[in-house]
């Protein structure tokens, strides 16, 4: 059984989003990096970058998949997780405090609009 | 026992050939090129007589694996045997030594070549015409989806930018479409492991530039519905691109251009016989459909009488997609291959082919789950899902169970569709006696995944190294020594 | 009775037996999922099938159509001198008869091959990493271009110099052709590319800078400040080098490059009317998860010993499909072991021997060739073993060198047809091959040619 932390909120490529001031904290979820396995590397975006939703902001690579890691909001990188460069296993080892990438966010609505981790659940179950 | 690297064995002052003594005066660099353009120093390589050098890659070749070595049935790659004819007439000094620049008039006969090989392939596919330029597959799909842009470019078609890939197609597929700035739609296969043209309904509008099919396809599977595929592509103006990996299957049986395809590209490193070379040098002609002779590559290679000319004179071709005019002598081997095997010799690998594998899949389809349990061609796929969930031995578990065998593994987790999937290819050079010694290991493997699924956890052992850790290697890559 | 075929080994009676097992009556019952509609009628219009022995003699009468002369031709493949154990190396079986390495336990020769290969590559360039190999160094040219737009996303122009290969720039061209990128020339001035051109046109838009040394005026560019332009722009600085110009000149590391590019034709490989040859690609480290196609690292097995592996493969296609940025999957592998076998053999002082030899008969002949009325040099400037030489038109250049040619010597390409700038210009090379009487007569023959 895949860890589902209550206090976030998941999209269906299953990254974890959390927001403060208008800065959301973005990883990717247990159940994605158990799937994908060992993690070898982590391509972070370039800090000041822009993405809008749905474009591919990151990328978590293992020996045999490669993952995008999407933007899950429009918005400006401010912050990327300089520790995944060196050492990528942090993903797997603690997936909910190795984030991969901070955004500053044009539209908070966009948030609201994501699974809460009762939602979350469920769609794990469904496409189990 | 590791083999020591060339650089750990080099010892200063050794050297393994010897040039001519300089004949005209010696130039000194710093005053023929000026310092600032002279290196402070030759390059670190190493220095080894001779004998080093020749040990050296026999003792590598002791630890590699090979068509003349053994079995090889690693599907889509149809490892054939590589003819020993083949390798002497591309030895020919008048092939070899041959500048790609010479006058006309001078290289009549690899001109020659050139055209005879491109006329043979287009009746073996049905198709008009081609080039030999593209060097591998994936440069023949990428030469080929060039192709498609330029015609709908004349169309004046510049809507027509989707592309739609089946999902067990090969990955080269979809890339080669996403780099020539297609947009990639995948397709899943219906029940019965094909294209339908349910599937594909929803994708037939104006925006459809065409669809990349294998056929037969990676399962192994001919697309039985390929002229209502063709017909319905082409009725909305969408262009169909034949992935030739699958060629063996059909030589002298249905060809893609009856199928309808407009434009194909074959690896001649598989069906026609020339060798993989560890990766390559291979060959990727591609061939096309009447409406698409002219967006050919140039320079084209033409006839008049009995002079044969490169023509460079083709106002929509899409350019030049390599240095010179591809991988030649790997054409001259195919070449070769086909003179020898003549029409019935090439029906008959095709036959030969098929025949293999369907020998195989009946032997091997009651021990591992067959997932489309009919008549293949010539390779079948799979799946260890079921060994894995009663034994916890995987695909790779298999493979590397061959591999102690003195057995080439088949091609592993690939197509995606299929979950621990073992795809396999005999290929016609393979005698009934090998066929059984397999059928054999793979039964014991079987066993032992029951039995003793430790030892097959660990296994090869007695090869050269073990399992890697390719975690490690990915995660600090060490791709140079000493850099 | 079938005419029995040396590769296909089936016999009538394997054959029953066999049909048997599968359960179906005959061969071509295993054919019946083919619809009737695509199935062909009749028999391919391929010549029956001969013996080896024929098929062998008919290559043999192909091949000797072929005429082969003194040869002064070059612009990107030479005739060097090949060692007899570099031939024994391409023709070993288990390299020529296996596949890409996809199984490190049964492939440790190539991997290691290719590991050495790779090393090989970066101590010639002076870059950190490397790859198994590319097609050739036309297209290395459009793969490292591919990378430059990868590392600046949002760049769309390649300023790619006019002394670069003309071929190499079709390439470039087809490659980028419709794809919103725009490859922009940096003209030549006295047949160099020069600085100060390339800072007029360098934009932010800029992806990248590519220019070769020596270039197709075989003149060695001098590259003092370039990269800092480049890099001023963020944009990548690449160069393509005929390798064996570096046992004596500057590699592409020391101009400052990020990317080095070219073809190890040179080192072991026929000219083979161009191919199969060796691109190679090498680059500064932080690029390595954006180089294309195959490459091996070194790791360790089960027991902690020393191993190699295919590695990074997940920036392969097989693995990201469309999301991929190159389709590249085979390479020219077996090339790439005749070109490190060469390097094994010449170690540096060979390379650097080679390199010495080739420029000095090449300048012995330039030498000579400047005494003779109607042949002008293109430009003064430095050079490796190609110099260019105008004649007064296009005509005067095709006639020259097809009388050249009824005297039985190659004596260079006419640029002109490759691409129309250079129109009247003819490029000769001149290799350690050549022996001074060759060249004497070339100058003699160019003497009598343009009386």
Redesign the interface.
Known sequence: MSEIRDDLRYTENHEWVSLKDGTVRVGITDYAQDSLGEI??V?LPEIEDEFSQGE?AASI??????A?VYAVMSGRITKVNRKLEDSPELVNEAPYSAYIYEMEIRDPDEFEHLMDSEAYSDYLESID | M??L???EK?KEG????L??A??????D?QE???P????D????????C?VE??R??????????????GF?P?GS?T?????K?N???AS????????????E??????L??LHTLTS?LC??T?MSWGTMQS?????G??TGM?LF?AYF?KRGETRRNRLIVPSSS???N????????FE?VEIPADSRGLVSLEALAPHLDDRLAGIMLTNPNTLG??E?D??EISQAVHDSGGLLYYDGANLNA??????PG??GFDVIHLNL?KTF?T????????S?PVLVSKRLVPFL?VPDVTQEGDIYRFSWDRPES?????????????N?RA??Y????????????S??A???A??LM??LKPLYHLTYD??CKHEFVLSAERLKKETGITAVDI??GL?EEGI??P?VY?PLIVPEALMIEPT?????ETLDRFIEVMKHLHRRAYEDPQSLK?A?SH????????V???RH??????? | M??P??????TQQ??S???K????SS?D???????E????QG??????????Y???K????????????T?F?G???Y?H?I?S?VK??L????????????????????L?????F???I???T????????L?????AAAEAAAIALQAKRKAGTILVSAGV?P??R??L???Y????IKIETVELHQGRTRLEDVKDLLSSDAAALIVQTPNILGV?E?L?GFAEAVHEKKALFIVSSNPMT??????QA?WGADIAIG?TQCFGL????????VGYIAAVEKL??KMPG??????????G?????L?????????????????????????A?GT??Y???????????????C???A??LYEKLGEIPGLHPVVEA???HEFAFYLASPEKAKEY??RM?RRGI?AG?HLGEMDSRFDGIVVSAVT?KR??EE?DRYAECTREVLA
């Not at chain 2, 899409?318 to 790997?330: A, E, R």
């Not at chain 3, 075929?5 to 089936?10: R, S, T």
């Not at chain 3, 019952?29 to 619809?35: E, N």
């Open positions: 070898v590397y391509e591919e690579e293992s020996v045999k998949a490669a995008p | 590791s083999e690297l060339l650089f080099s050794r050297r393994g050939f040039l001519p300089l004949d005209v005066p010696a130039a660099p023929v090129i000026g600032s353009i002279c290196a120093a030759p390059p670190a390589l190493p220095q080894l001779e050098v020749t050296h890659y026999q003792n590598l070749a002791r630890k590699n694996f090979g068509v003349d070595l090889y690693l790659c490892m054939k045997y590589n003819p004819v390798e002497e007439a020919l000094p008048g092939f070899c030594e041959v500048h790609p620049l010479q006058p008039e001078s290289v009549q006969g690899s020659k070549l043979f009746e073996i049905g060097m591998a597959g994936a440069h799909e990428f060039k842009r470019q090969h990955g080269t979809p890339a080669s479409a996403h780099l020539s700035g990639v599977l001919f039985t390929i002229l059909v030589m002298g049986i249905s060809r009856d199928m490193h016989s060798p993989h070379g560890g990766g390559g040098p291979g990727g590559p899409i350019g030049k997609i390599s240095g010179f005019y591809g991988n030649f002598l790997v001259v070449l070769t086909i003179l020898v095997m003549g029409c019935d010799g090439l029906k008959r690998a036959q030969m098929v025949l293999n369907n020998y009946k032997h009919v008549i493979a590397k591999i080439h593994p091609t690939f016609e050079t393979e005698t009934l660990e090869p090869m050269a190294v073990s399992r890697v850790d390719d490690g290697a990915a890559p060490r791709v140079c020594w000493e850099c | 079938n005419r075929i040396p590769y296909i080994p089936h394997d054959i037996v066999m049909l097992a599968v359960g179906v061969v019952q295993l054919f019946s999922d083919i619809p509609s695509v199935r062909l028999s391919l219009a391929v010549p029956q099938g001969v013996s080896e024929e098929a062998l008919f290559m043999q009468g192909l091949s000797e159509m072929n005429i082969r002369c040869s031709l612009c990107g493949i005739d001198i060692p154990a024994q190396v023709s070993t079986p288990a390299f020529l008869t296996s596949y890409t390495p996809y199984q490190p336990e049964i492939s440790q020769g190539l290691q091959g290719i590991f050495e790779q090393t090989m970066c101590r010639l002076g870059m950190q990493v490397s790859n198994a190999s097609y050739d160094g036309h297209t290969h071929f190499t079709k390439v061209e087809t490659h052709r419709g794809s919103g060695l001098d003092d570096l046992g004596v000149c500057r590699n020391s073809d026929p000219q083979s009317f161009g191919g199969p040859t390595l998860r195959r490459i091996a690292g070194e790791t360790k097995d089960a027991q010993r020393r191993a190699f592996v590695t990074l493969q997940a920036r392969e296609q097989h693995i990201k499909r469309e999301r991929a940025t190159s389709n590249i999957c085979s390479n020219q592998a077996l090339a072991f490190a076998s390097l094994a053999l010449a170690g540096p002082e060979g390379l650097r021997e080679a390199g010495v030899q420029m000095s008969k300048h012995y430095p050079f490796f060198l097809d040619y190659f390409v350690e022996t001074r060249m």
